[in-house]
C-alpha cells in the first residue's frame, strides 16, 4: 500500500534550473569556459561538485579536488544570492495543489533533494509545512543515481520503499528511485523519464486523480 511521497525539488516543485544556469555561466564566463544549455540539462539532479567536474570535463580541463570545490562553492554564492527572488508564486504549476491534496488525505511527505540549498528554496516558497522529512544535499553523501537520499526519506517517514512513490525530472533521479525499489513518477520527457513507472510531461498533469488510477492497486 501506498503511504508516502518523496519529491525531488528542482524541475518537480519548483524550477531552479534558469538560477543554476545563469550562476554556472557567470563562473564559466568569468574563467573562459564553453557553456550552454545543452551542457546545463545535464546537471539536472547531481551534486554540485559533480556539476563542476561535467562543465570541466566538458571544456576538457583538469584541475584539483581542492580548486574545483573552490570554484563550486564561488557558483554556489552566486545562486543563492538569485534565490532572494523566489516567491511562494514559483512553484511548478500543480505542485501546490498536489502537496495539497496529499496533507488533505494525510500522506506522509518527504524531499529527497541533491541540493544542498533546499531548505533556502523551500522557506522562499513557504513550503516547509508541506514535509514531515527534509532529506536534502546535506543528509547523505551519496548523490542520485545512488538511491541513498531516496532511502534516507522512507526511513525518516517510517516506511519501507515500496510504500513510497518518488516524483523526479532527472534520468539520475529516477535510476535511484528503481535501485531503492520505490515506485516512481517521472515528470518530464520521455527521453529523460521515459523509464519512470508513470511519466507526466508537466506536474500540472501529475493529479492525485491520475496517480491513483494509474497505482490502482496500491491505494
Ligand atoms: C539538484 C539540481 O536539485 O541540486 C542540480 O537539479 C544541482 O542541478 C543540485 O546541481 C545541487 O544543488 P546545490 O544547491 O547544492 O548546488
Ligand atoms: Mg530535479
Known sequence: MIKGFIFDLDGVITDTA???????????????????????????????????????????????????????????????????????????????????????????????SASKNASKVLQQLNALGYFDVIGDGNSVPESKPDPAIFLYGSDKLGLQPDECIVFEDAESGIDAAKTGGFYSVGIGPEERVGHADLRFDTMADATLFEIKSYFKDLF
Request: net charge negative; no cysteine; glycine share 8%.
Open 18 to 112: 534558469e538560477q543554476h544556469y545563469v550562476a554556472w555561466k557567470r563562473l564559466s564566463d568569468e574563467n573562459g569556459w564553453k557553456f550552454d544549455r545543452e551542457v546545463n540539462d545535464r546537471l539536472r539532479g547531481i551534486s554540485r561538485l559533480d556539476s563542476i567536474k561535467v562543465i570541466l570535463q566538458y571544456n576538457g580541463i583538469l584541475l584539483d579536488e581542492k580548486t574545483m570545490g573552490n570554484l563550486a562553492t564561488q557558483k554556489n554564492v552566486n545562486y543563492v544570492e538569485s534565490l532572494d527572488d523566489v516567491t511562494p508564486d514559483d512553484f511548478l504549476p500543480g505542485a501546490k495543489e498536489l502537496l495539497t491534496h496529499l496533507r488533505t488525505e494525510g500522506f506522509h511527505v518527504a524531499l529527497g
